[in-house]
């Protein structure tokens, strides 16, 4: 008997745990906690008014004449066209090309970025953000493997090259 008992005394706790959650899982089962109770509510007072606005300030009507370019051009109409007068005329330079400039490596570091490129004659150039290159194009972000540049209202992306290894079949 002794024995029996040394084998299961370990397990004693495991069926104490085991016998509490099956009886909290049949409260929960009856019902236990199912009702919703609301809070009682509370009367409030109306919100206050505004002060009544002054009557002895009259309003001018505005002259039909301001309103004379709404009909005579109505926002729908089939004939309308848009403004000469309004139209932006913006006259750019042709943006030099950034064919021969290759990204070749970005260095990030916590207060500085510095993006190397090099162009096809092998000159190396690193900028940082805000600086410009030779043919004026500015750096304006550099990312983790690409950089934006712009000139006017011209933009242009530059990604990081990554030479392949050639394929060797056997």
Do not use: C
Not at 26 to 54: D, I, K, T
Not at 109 to 120: E, F, S
Request: proline share 11%; charged share 15%.
């Amino acid at each position: 008997m002794n024995e029996l008992r040394q084998r299961y005394r370990p397990l004693l706790p495991l069926a104490g745990v085991t016998a509490v959650l099956l009886s909290v899982w049949m409260l929960l089962l009856n019902g236990l906690g199912a009702a919703v109770h609301w809070p009682a509510v509370q009367a409030r007072s109306p919100a206050p008014l505004a002060p009544p606005a002054e009557a002895g300030v009259p309003v001018t009507p505005t002259p039909l004449q301001d309103y004379q370019q709404v009909w005579l051009a109505p926002l729908f109409h089939a004939q309308r066209q848009p403004d000469a007068a309004n139209a932006p005329v913006a006259t750019f330079d042709a943006a030099p090309m950034l064919d021969s400039l290759v990204l070749t490596g970005i260095v990030a570091a916590q207060q500085v970025r510095v993006a190397m490129l090099k162009d096809n004659t092998g000159e190396a150039l690193s900028l940082k953000e805000g600086q410009t290159l030779p043919n004026g194009w500015l750096l304006e972000r550099i990312g983790e493997r690409h950089i934006e540049l712009v000139n006017g209202p011209t933009r242009q992306t530059l990604e990081l090259s990554t030479p392949r290894l050639p394929m060797t079949f056997p």
